[in-house]
């Protein structure tokens, strides 16, 4: 069955960056399940899996902008540490969730000073080109409940019930 709207997919992957460092990988006994065609997954990768079959291995480059984006600037504040005073030993790395208008939004830590913290609202892989190696294991159609739910259920898929 090749892969298309509502179906589910299981997949093993390894994606690097434009150096060639390896940045994440499925555990090799347990490849990612997700819904296709409902965002689960970056743009340019999903649409480069559509119509594949279970089996075929691919290698798939994203840019930023069917990936995490481009990088904005905007996204980068610096705020006085006085407001993160609850934050026990505050480090450049660290991720944080921000309280903003839009909602939650996370942040990364990119500067710690006496009086200053610099985080930073970009996707920690925004602006980057990235080179996934991909091996579809298995497609199935979606059952019912998991087009009701948005996601899948079972063996490599999200519980919640």
């Given at each position: 069955m090749?892969?298309?709207?509502?179906?589910?997919?299981?997949?093993?992957?390894?994606?690097?960056?434009?150096?060639?460092?390896?940045?994440?990988?499925?555990?090799?006994?347990?490849?990612?399940?997700?819904?296709?065609?409902?965002?689960?997954?970056?743009?340019?990768?999903?649409?480069?899996?559509?119509?594949?079959?279970a089996?075929?291995?691919?290698?798939?480059?994203?840019?930023p902008?069917?990936?995490?984006?481009?990088?904005?600037?905007?996204?980068?504040?610096?705020?006085?540490?006085?407001?993160?005073?609850?934050?026990?030993?505050?480090?450049?790395?660290?991720?944080?969730?921000?309280?903003?208008?839009?909602?939650?939004?996370?942040?990364t830590?990119?500067?710690?000073?006496?009086?200053?913290?610099?985080?930073?609202?970009?996707h920690?892989?925004?602006?980057?080109h990235?080179?996934?190696?991909?091996?579809?294991?298995?497609?199935?159609?979606?059952?019912?409940?998991?087009?009701?739910?948005?996601?899948?259920?079972?063996?490599?898929?999200?519980?919640?019930?």
């Amino acid at each position: 069955m090749p892969i298309g709207p509502d179906s589910v997919v299981t997949f093993h992957y390894i994606l690097k960056d434009e150096n060639g460092t390896v940045l994440d990988e499925s555990e090799p006994d347990e490849p990612l399940a997700y819904l296709h065609g409902h965002g689960h997954i970056i743009p340019g990768l999903e649409k480069e899996i559509t119509g594949r079959d279970a089996g075929d291995a691919l290698v798939v480059d994203v840019a930023p902008a069917d990936g995490y984006g481009e990088y904005d600037e905007d996204l980068v504040q610096r705020v006085p540490r006085r407001e993160l005073h609850g934050i026990k030993d505050l480090a450049a790395g660290m991720r944080l969730q921000a309280q903003t208008p839009a909602g939650t939004h996370a942040v990364t830590v990119t500067q710690v000073s006496e009086e200053m913290v610099t985080l930073d609202g970009n996707h920690p892989l925004a602006g980057k080109h990235l080179h996934f190696d991909v091996r579809i294991e298995a497609v199935r159609a979606a059952t019912e409940e998991e087009l009701v739910h948005g996601h899948v259920h079972g063996p490599h898929g999200h519980h919640h019930h």
